[in-house]
């Protein structure tokens, strides 16, 4: 499986980004795979953001509920993580991870940057 994410960029705070993580070469549907948005800030260790489950079941954060919503869409094998009300603090490397069992891969990192 191969994962590209895109969406990242510099937003003032308030404003709103939409993250994309696209898979490719998956062995399975896409459908029965549970996928998630993670996040390092520097000097900090990986934190999750969101998980949506193959039922479309999703968790988050505290410090993003109601703020960011979670979506997939799977004949595009597509995950996204909308951001809104944006603060300084969720400036960070976000990362998607997509798993089945104890089979996982992670995509490459989009950096998201929020001004004060």
């Known amino acids: 499986v191969r994962l590209v994410e895109s969406g990242g960029g510099f937003v003032q705070s308030g404003g709103s980004l939409r993250l994309s993580c696209a898979a490719s070469k998956i062995n399975f549907s896409f459908s029965i795979y549970s996928l998630g948005w993670y996040r390092q800030a520097p000097g900090k260790e990986r934190e999750l953001v969101a998980t949506i489950s193959s039922t479309e079941s999703t968790n988050y954060a505290d410090s993003v509920k109601g703020r960011f919503t979670i979506s997939r869409d799977n004949a595009k094998s597509t995950v996204y993580l909308q951001m809104n009300s944006l603060k300084p603090e969720d400036t960070a490397v976000y990362y998607c991870?997509?798993?089945?069992?104890?089979?996982?891969?992670w995509g490459q990192g989009a950096q998201v940057t929020v001004s004060s």
């Open positions: 991870k997509v798993s089945l069992g104890s089979y996982l891969i």
